[in-house]
């Protein structure tokens, strides 16, 4: 079956820093992927809508110049995480469909220390 | 925008008895409505899901019901078992297969 690969799967950096989190379709194509952000015992959030050779659609509060999304290729996705912060610590998770199934990323957990 | 509302936060049960965990939903438009189920650090498991065109579908001790007239669904897990403690998420699809997920509930079977 349709397999949505996230890496990496845990990631540690300093404040200050910038992080690039990789999400991928591994046997097929996606126009669309999906990037979500989900704290300690909270929801899942929509972060941004990834389109592919265009620019990201952004939910409301998502700050757009803290959290770059490129999607250059229809098996790509990348999400990174600029001048991180402790507060940007948290569960990242990316998916994308392929016909009317969705598929999610394994995750990665990001650790701004 | 849609919003989810997920009930009850917490659940727990004696094994063996049924769970039942309800979603209402505010976007009439939506048509998609899936369950998961969310080990500790891992990606959401779709266990059953159920489009606007079916009102009940079942998959063995799975069930969910969905009233698109008062826009609210529920999941509905029969003769529970351990391995059924788990954070169960329902979603709702909107437009181009963005999901929007409910708070969660954190149900507990007990032994």
């Known amino acids: 079956g349709a397999v949505v690969s996230q890496h990496p799967s845990w990631v540690i950096c300093k404040s200050g820093t910038s992080v690039k989190i990789e999400c991928r379709s591994l046997d097929f194509q996606a126009t669309t992927m999906f990037w979500y952000r989900q704290f300690p015992k909270q929801s899942l959030m929509l972060m941004a809508t990834?389109?592919?050779?265009?620019?990201?659609?952004?939910e409301q509060g998502v700050e757009k110049d803290k959290f770059l999304i490129n999607h250059a290729s229809l098996t790509l996705s990348t999400l990174t995480v600029t001048s991180a912060h402790p507060e940007d610590s948290s569960f990242y998770i990316c998916s994308a469909s392929a016909g009317n199934t969705i598929y999610f990323g394994e995750g990665s957990w990001l650790t701004v220390v | 925008g849609e919003n989810v509302e997920q009930h009850p936060s917490t659940l727990s049960v004696q094994e063996g008895d049924s769970a039942v965990i309800k979603c209402t939903y505010s976007d009439s438009a939506s048509n998609y409505f899936p369950w998961y189920k969310q080990e500790l650090g891992k990606r959401p498991q779709l266990i059953i899901d159920i489009r606007s065109n079916v009102g009940e579908k079942k998959d063995q001790r799975i069930a969910v019901t969905l009233n698109k007239t008062a826009k609210h669904f529920s999941l509905h897990i029969t003769e529970t078992q351990p391995e059924d403690s788990a954070v169960y998420f329902c979603a709702v699809r909107q437009g181009a297969q963005k999901l929007v997920f409910g708070q969660g509930t954190r149900l507990t079977i007990n032994p």
């Open positions: 990834s389109n592919e050779g265009s620019k990201a659609t952004y």
